[in-house]
């Protein structure tokens, strides 16, 4: 299945480059990171990667064709080893890493690849309908949203411009203006129901309000939630929430349900130059006690339902300033209300000219001042630090 797959994206990218009015897209993205405490001696790692990513489109009535396909070459200490260890639905895949062909952990260089989107949609005069790989997501909040459980980024990731791509049948019924039903099935691996999922999701403008509903399963867990979102004097406020019973389809007597909520505000000022958020998120899994930081993780929320904070409060704080058309600026930070340590990231970005950008960053973890313990007893502080410099050049 790993070699057809391979075969059937050749086939489609052919045929894409060769039909007429295929579009042909891309970009290249070299980057140089450091990151500290990752490594057992605590030296600094530093990868330098150069992803390319090519990316087909062809319309001919009302079929489009999509595939994308990345390839990242990279070295440092380590290189890009392409093991994540994080679940994707995906029914499979080729073999990630191209070069080396084993992998003992410390090698310093290495050819990664990866087929992200891989799929055909059919506009039927009732519904969008969309098979095979793509993105799929929803959810309004800014920092940890409740109901993004298909293909979400861990808070403080800092390239966020693709959704990695799942394989799913997904359609997409207009019932009204700005009102639609939205359902489809993900495919995990080997397509087993024990690693796929499936969702039924309304959108509805009620009351100059954008409302949804959700109901959905994944890997065996049960997920009801929704979401409103709204004008608010010169700003949107908005909330999300969701219930999740972990195990709910299996006869596993430790089946336990959780709920998370994020609710916040933003606004621009100054002509839009500066813009600027708050958000808050609860997470009910967690804990107010850190000493209970280590016994928790060992919950079903955390083992299968995809929940990764230790504490229950939080806040994002987050603002966004346009210095200039070409240059802007963006920081946020995921604050634990209960241990006071803190998440930041910062970043900046500049436009060489209308396809090429150049792009600088941080994320790091910040230990409480409050807390004499050390970063042992807060649950930021052992977060490692990440910096990173990067181009991109669109074509």
Partial sequence: MKLSFTVLLLLILSAGLTAGGAELSGSLKPKFSIAD??????SLAYIFQVPLRLMVHHRTGNVNL?????????????????????????????????????WNGDESVSILQDIDRLNIRLRI???????????VY????????????IAPFQYGTLDTEYRIGVDAVRSVIPIGMMSEVDAGYLFGNDARFSESGCWLRGRFYVLQTDATLLAACFRENLMVGGSLNRSIGDGTGWVECALVSTGFFTDNTNEDTYWSLSAGYDRSCLNAALYGFLEYHFSSPGTDDPDNYPYIIEGSAFQNGGIYLLGKHYLSPGTRWTATPLLNFTGQAL???????????????YSISQNTLLSAGLSRGLASVLNTAGDARTEFGSWPGYYFLSAGYYF
């Avoid at 405490?37 to 605590?42: A, E, R």
């Avoid at 604050?335 to 970005?349: G, H, I, K, R």
């Fill in 335 to 349: 604050v634990n209300l209960t241990d006071a340590s803190a998440y930041l990231s910062v970043t900046s970005e």
């Fill in 138 to 149: 929803w959810g309004v909040a800014k920092s940890v949203s409740p109901t993004d459980f």
């Fill in 37 to 42: 405490h990752t490594l057992p001696d605590s």
């Fill in 66 to 102: 999509n595939a994308a396909w990345i390839l990242s070459p990279s070295a440092g200490n380590p290189a890009l080893s392409g093991e994540s260890g994080v679940q994707v639905f995906r029914l499979a895949d080729p073999e990630t890493r191209i070069f080396p062909s084993s």
């Fill in 125 to 135: 005069p009732f519904a969008a309908l969309t098979i095979g790989r793509q993105a």
